[in-house]
């Protein structure tokens, strides 16, 4: 299981990629195989406020459904809309295709980990 080292992680396995005042969201290779086959992605509207921890997209899958959580506070200012008809995006390629929000950032954040952290939550 590959952990990019450029993203920082969520202990609910989501990862957030910081470019400047911008962030994309997605969930991590381990929660898309904790999952299983993606069958449909609930995104949300561009405009919304999220506050770190907030559940702000569902992720639907053979087995469960389950909430996605913002890792830091911002505005929804674009989503994966290729995730609508292509939701297995998500499985095949979680750290690129499978991004589901961008946001500008303007609140703080949660308890977020570095790739060697996540690493080590995984292991516990």
Known sequence: MTIPADLKYTKEHEWVR???DTATFG???HAQE???DIVFVELPEIGRELAPGDAFAVVESVKAVSDVYAPVGG???EVNEALEGEPEK???DSY???WIVRVKINGGSGELLDAEAYATFLKE
């Open 96 to 98: 690129g295709a499978g």
């Open 18 to 20: 910081i470019e400047g």
């Open 90 to 92: 998500i499985n095949t």
């Open 27 to 29: 969930i991590s290779d």
């Open 34 to 36: 904790a999952l299983g």
């Open 75 to 77: 505005e929804i200012i």
